[in-house]
């Protein structure tokens, strides 16, 4: 790779410089920060384009790329330290637990390409999906419904509904059941 000749290309960031530069100033402070409760990040987010279903739970040390790209439908939980890397859409179904530490990524590097191109692809979480602490999502994953992605563990295919994934990259080890 040559990274002297790389360029983003077509990548559009989807809004303005300044309001991108705005909302990292905001994120810093008031987002990102310790500052106990949800109301306050949701109200922000949600200002800066992100749509969020009604009793969402948001906790502190949440990063998100650009709000604007993000969905989040009801009472899904976000915990401390998820990290959003939306370059691309990220949806988040309802009754969702993101975890501590979760990273979702929907941008990567053609490597094969001396010019290190940027790919983009959406991240779709089905409704009743819980990624568990540390874990990690690559570009254009789909979690089924109710699919479980365990500690630590690395989704880079589809993530099959009703079912418990582990492993880097994770695989579907058992049925997930409910009661």
Request: proline share 4%; aromatic share 10%.
């Amino acid at each position: 790779m040559r990274l002297d000749r790389f360029a983003n290309g077509d990548f559009e960031r989807g809004r303005p410089w300044w309001t991108e530069a705005l909302w990292l100033i905001v994120q810093a402070l008031l987002v990102e920060s310790w500052l106990p409760g949800s109301a306050h990040r949701i109200k922000l987010l949600r200002l800066f384009g992100a749509q969020i279903g009604q009793g969402v739970a948001i906790k502190p040390h949440v990063r998100i790329k650009f709000p604007w790209r993000l969905e989040v439908g009801d009472y899904s939980w976000l915990g401390e330290g998820v990290w959003i890397d939306n370059l691309a859409t990220v949806t988040i179904g309802s009754h969702c637990c993101l975890s501590q530490g979760v990273y979702l990524c929907t941008g990567n590097h053609n490597w094969s390409a001396e010019t290190f191109d940027l790919i983009t692809h959406p991240i779709v979480l089905e409704d009743q999906v819980w990624l568990c602490a540390r874990s990690s999502v690559g570009p254009g994953v789909r979690a089924g419904q109710g699919a479980v992605l365990t500690l630590g563990s690395v989704a880079q295919t589809e993530l099959s509904a009703w079912r418990i994934h582990s492993g880097n990259p994770a695989v579907a080890i058992n049925d997930r059941r409910t009661k």
